[in-house]
């Protein structure tokens, strides 16, 4: 890979494979609008949008690092894992994102029955703001809630009915932390800990806690998100260096749902390349 024709490297996207409201087609294109060299697709516990994220970037002539955003828990703190560039056909991943998946359909029958008992929703509402196979989540309920007339926006959602707090939301059924790293770099992929310090999603791991989980094959932490002050950055920085951790960054674009924007946050060149170095159950689809 020739880091100099990837100029703007994004590696946290989202589409509505998961909670994203773009195709992974529509996903590809309008990174490829927005002049970046390579965007990853990495929607959450699911890699199904991987063939046609595929398709797109070879028709764009743009790059593409294939991952996925796992939801596990370490130390009984709900922890996001980037892994990019796994084997999907490893059983133990399939299985696990077949576990997952189940997971997040309880999950969601049962907020939404906690929430119809108050509001005029249903499981029909719910479904159709989710794309077919879309891995069910908080984001297709608040936008349920929106046409239905009971809130704004996503953002008012997140920030009262179906905040973590809230009496209607149900906390995830996730797997370790350290047996999804595990699985992950057995499948031949680069375990990367998302947005480690963003403290507004909730309680976030101690140096040592990260510490420990690279001992165990975390390969770098998502240093570059909105949610990081600069003294999350420069702390995650230093934490990083000291572990010989890979350091990435990304917007966690999805699509309408968020403010966030394509390529805010970005990956350099360098990290790219020691992320590909370690991989190997799926190559980057290289920009042309």
Same mark, same amino acid.
């Given at each position: 890979?020739?880091?100099?024709? /990837?100029?703007?490297?994004d590696? @946290? *996207? @989202?589409?509505? !494979?998961?909670? $994203? %409201?773009?195709t992974p #087609?529509?996903?590809? %294109?309008? !990174?490829?609008r927005a002049a970046i060299g390579t965007i990853a697709i990495t929607d959450h516990d699911t890699s199904s949008s991987w063939p046609e994220a595929a398709d797109a970037a070879t028709r764009l002539g743009i790059g593409l690092v294939r991952g996925t955003e796992f939801s596990t828990r370490f130390r009984g703190l709900g922890l996001h894992l980037l892994a990019y560039l796994y084997d999907p056909g490893d059983p133990a991943i399939v299985r696990m994102q077949g576990e997952l998946r189940e997971a997040r359909w309880e999950r969601a029958r049962e907020m939404v029955r +906690?929430?119809? &008992?108050?509001?005029?929703l249903t499981w029909d509402d719910v479904a159709a703001q989710a794309a077919d196979d879309a891995t069910i989540g908080r984001p297709h309920l *608040?936008? !349920?809630?929106?046409? !239905?007339?009971?809130?704004d926006s996503r953002a008012e959602g997140f920030a009262s009915i179906l905040h973590s707090s809230s009496p209607y939301v149900v906390k995830h059924k996730k797997p370790d932390t350290v047996a999804?790293?595990? &699985?992950? +770099?057995a499948a031949g992929g680069v375990p990367i800990l998302a947005h480690p310090a963003a403290r507004k999603r909730g309680p976030? #791991? =101690?140096?040592g806690g990260i510490r420990a989980l690279a001992a165990q094959g975390l390969a770098g932490l998502e240093v570059a998100h909105r949610d990081h002050t600069p003294a999350d950055r420069a702390r995650l920085n230093v934490l990083a260096i000291g572990l010989g951790?890979?350091? %990435? $960054? $990304? /917007? =966690?674009? @999805? $699509?309408?749902?968020k403010p966030n924007r394509l390529s805010e946050e970005r990956t350099t060149p360098a990290a790219l390349e020691a992320i590909a170095a370690q991989a190997t159950g799926v190559p980057i689809l290289e920009r042309r």
């Open positions: 890979m020739d880091p100099g024709r /990837s100029p703007v490297i590696l @946290h *996207a @989202h589409s509505t !494979a998961s909670d $994203g %409201t773009a #087609t529509e996903l590809v %294109t309008q !990174a490829a +906690r929430l119809a &008992a108050d509001f005029p *608040a936008d !349920a809630l929106v046409v !239905a007339g009971v809130i999804v790293i595990q &699985a992950v +770099r976030i #791991t =101690d140096d951790l890979i350091r %990435t $960054g $990304g /917007s =966690d674009w @999805h $699509g309408a749902g």
